[in-house]
């Protein structure tokens, strides 16, 4: 998953340390005054309050890419598979694992009987099938529809030009797209060749059943727009319903008593719109929100007082940060420019000094302990001045000489500021040059990483993994036919070593691939690589028999049916 923000409240994460458990904490203050938050009208018993830091983009299920997207959409819809808290792959809207062929190229579902929408409308296996083909369609704009590239005839449909075919061209390929109903409970879908990683897939947001007519009613008669993303047409079949929505203040989700599963145990969860982290605290400590992220400057004051440290969670995040580079625009275009860069940054001192120690000096994509992340087997990304100032030179600018202005674009708040400022001076210092800032606000900066020709010269992201595969990085992220962070970026060795990979059924064969393919990126440097993710937060007492877990897409994902609010 793309990220929007730096994201101080994780989605999934392997649970490293924990000080939770500790009776109820007295009300505390920090000298400032706490955010005055206009609850919603149920404030206590089952009820969740959790901090929403921008407004997304676009929740339409068949185009988002964003993390805080993707976490509101899985609260409403849900998919045929799941993995639960062990990390293990299980049935979700599914009733069974698929049966899937010798060659590994057809897979067979069952629906679980009596499935229904949160509006008592039967869930079929046609929703399935259209969710699919409406994701796949070239008109909707989906950001995920190259991960259907596999399915057949997937590429053909999503690749058709709406200006050059006509609507009954684009009808046909969908009619021919390999996903089908057989009867009301089964599903089948065929891909092109072997895929180990697409099961990982019918676990997200890609593919999920929506509807037709809710789609079409919200939409005023257009199937492709994203007017329907209301609560009132906004109808899945997952464990939430959502409920209420104030633009740029509040969304509340009430369970769902319809779910597969059974409502959650928990009636309400609501995310009030906090942008800044100072505020959030402040919130946190007054007992208007029960979940907070904690930055570097307030982890002290976490340490220094006990009831705090009771509540203190720590996280190693399936996450890693970066500075991206347009790499279609000079200076950019130039390989030895990029490699210059980022032999210039000090990632170490930048974790220690700007991030308090919250993260983890990143030398290659993937983080340690997933797989694809290679232990001795890569040459990384290091800090060495004296090799980034050689590359400048060599590149045609020495010593900054000639270099067309740099801009770095973040997101506008105090937090992204002093990030940016710590950014800017340390590859500035090394190279001789400086390195312009422009904060924008976090959709600005959102919409405009959606587009290669209006993505930023130099700008913070970073990729959340969505499935613990090293195809959801290399390939889903790099390879040039499915970027979803449209840098430009493009080596058609590294492609050809991704596309291989993604279909080899050798394990040993398949890493090799991705090793190769993983010593490319480095060398070519479309990222400068910064830190892997590790999470602070700061849970309430009042939330009880919280346990974080790896491939969780919302907070207490899979404590449902054991988390209570006391």
């Not at 700007?354 to 232990?375: C, K, M, N, V």
Request: charged share 20%.
């Amino acid at each position: 998953m793309v990220l929007a923000e730096k994201i101080e409240l994780t989605r999934r994460g392997f649970l490293v340390k924990s000080g939770a458990g500790a009776a109820g904490a007295a009300a505390l203050s920090m000298g400032k005054t706490a955010v005055a938050l206009a609850a919603p009208a149920e404030q206590s018993g089952g009820h969740l309050r959790l901090r929403w830091v921008a407004e997304p983009e676009n929740m339409d299920p068949q185009k988002a890419s964003f993390i805080d997207e993707i976490e509101m959409i899985m609260r409403v819809y849900r998919n045929l598979l799941q993995f639960d808290g062990t990390g293990s792959m299980v049935p979700d809207m599914a009733e069974a694992m698929p049966e899937v062929t010798e060659d590994g190229t057809l897979f067979t579902f069952r629906l679980k009987p009596g499935l229904t929408y949160s509006d008592g409308r039967p869930l079929t296996a046609q929703d399935f099938v259209y969710g699919w083909k409406r994701h796949m369609d070239p008109r909707t704009q989906g950001q995920y529809a190259f991960l259907g590239y596999i399915i057949a005839g997937g590429e053909a449909l999503n690749t058709a030009d709406p200006t050059k075919v006509s609507a009954a061209d684009i009808q046909t390929l969908k009619d021919a797209l390999g996903v089908w109903a057989v009867d009301d409970l089964t599903l089948q879908i065929k891909t092109l060749a072997p895929a180990p990683w697409f099961l990982s897939v019918l676990t997200t947001w890609c593919g999920v059943p929506t509807r037709q007519d809710t789609i079409m009613a919200g939409n005023s008669g257009d199937e492709f727009a994203s007017k329907w993303v209301q609560p009132a047409t906004y109808i899945g079949s997952g464990p939430y319903i959502w409920s209420g929505y104030e633009p740029e203040v509040r969304f509340t989700w009430t369970a769902n008593s319809r779910y597969a599963s059974g409502a959650p145990a928990i009636q309400t969860v609501s995310r009030t719109l906090i942008k800044e982290a100072a505020v959030a605290f402040a919130a946190y400590l007054n007992d208007e929100i029960d979940v907070v992220g904690v930055i570097a400057e307030d982890k002290p004051r976490v340490d220094a007082d006990p009831a705090l440290r009771a509540q203190f969670y720590q996280f190693a995040d399936p996450l890693t940060l970066w500075i991206a580079f347009s790499s279609t625009k000079p200076p950019f275009d130039n390989q030895k420019v990029r490699a210059a860069f980022a032999s210039a940054y000090d990632r170490v001192s930048y974790v220690r000094n700007i991030e308090g120690g919250q993260g983890i000096p990143a030398r290659q994509l993937i983080p340690p302990g997933f797989p694809g992340h290679f232990e001795f087997e890569l040459e990384e990304q290091t800090f060495n001045p004296d090799t980034a100032r050689r590359l400048l030179a060599e590149a045609g600018y020495p010593g900054g000489r000639g270099l067309p202005p740099i801009k770095y674009t973040f997101t506008n708040t105090a937090a992204g500021r002093r990030r940016a400022e710590a950014v800017a001076q340390t590859i500035g210092q090394v190279l001789g040059i400086t390195i312009d800032l422009e904060g924008l606000e976090a959709r600005e900066r959102t919409a405009m990483r959606k587009s290669v020709e209006r993505y930023p010269q130099m700008t913070p992201a970073g990729w959340h993994q969505d499935y613990a595969d090293p195809q959801n990085w290399y390939s889903t992220v790099f390879n040039s036919k499915n970027p979803v962070d449209k840098t430009g970026w493009k080596n058609a060795e590294f492609d050809r070593l991704t596309d291989a990979a993604d279909v080899e059924l050798d394990g040993t064969r398949r890493m090799d691939l991705y090793r190769q393919a993983g010593q490319i990126f480095i060398n070519d440097s479309p990222v400068i690589l910064q830190h892997y993710g590790i999470v602070w937060n700061l849970v309430k007492p009042r939330v009880q028999n919280y346990k974080p877990d790896a491939l969780d897409f919302f907070f207490g994902e899979h404590n449902m049916y054991t988390m209570r609010i006391g």
